[in-house]
C-alpha cells in the first residue's frame, strides 16, 4: 500500500540505488506499519530539476499511503531526511516531501481495491 517516489538531480550509480532503495522500503514499511511487501518505492535520478532558483543537488519525495496519519507523516519526515542527507549530497533544506493520505477504495491491488 504504501508507495514512496524519489526524484532526484543527483546522479546515482546502480549500487547506491540498490541500497538506497532497500533503506527506504524498510524505512516506510517501520514508519507506517504496515509489512513490507506492500511497501513499494521509485527512484529517479539525474533528473532535470530546480529549487529556489538553483539547480544545486536536491529532492522530491511523494509518499502515499492508505490511512496515513499526521503523527507518522511526521515520523516519516524526521526519518526520511537524514537517510537522504547521509546516502546522497542534498542538503536537508534542499528535500520536499508530499504526503498523501489515499482512501481504501481508491487503491487498487490484485484486481480490486482494499476497501
Known amino acids: ?3 514512496l517516489k524519489l526524484s532526484t538531480n543527483v546522479e546515482i550509480s ?16 517501520q514508519q507506517t ?3 513490507e511487501r506492500y ?9 532535470a530539476m530546480m529549487f529556489a532558483g538553483s539547480s544545486d543537488p ?3 519525495l511523494e509518499c502515499k499511503s492508505i490511512g496515513l496519519s499526521a503523527t ?3 515520523g516519516l519526515a524526521a526519518a ?3 537517510a ?6 542534498i542538503a536537508a533544506d534542499r528535500i520536499y516531501i508530499e504526503f498523501s493520505n489515499c482512501p481504501a477504495e481508491y487503491w487498487g491491488w490484485n484486481g480490486s481495491t482494499f476497501g
Do not use: C, H, R, W
Not at 14 to 29: D, I, M, R, T, Y
Not at 84 to 89: G, I, M, N
Open 33 to 35: 506499519g504496515k509489512p
Open 58 to 60: 536536491l529532492a522530491y
Open 39 to 47: 511497501v513499494m518505492v521509485e527512484l529517479i535520478g539525474d533528473k
Open 84 to 89: 537522504l542527507t547521509a546516502a546522497l549530497p
Open 72 to 74: 507518522q507523516a511526521t
Open 1 to 3: 500500500m504504501p508507495f
Open 14 to 29: 546502480e549500487q547506491q540505488s540498490k541500497q538506497l532503495l532497500s533503506q527506504l522500503s524498510q524505512l516506510v514499511a
Open 80 to 82: 526520511l531526511n537524514p
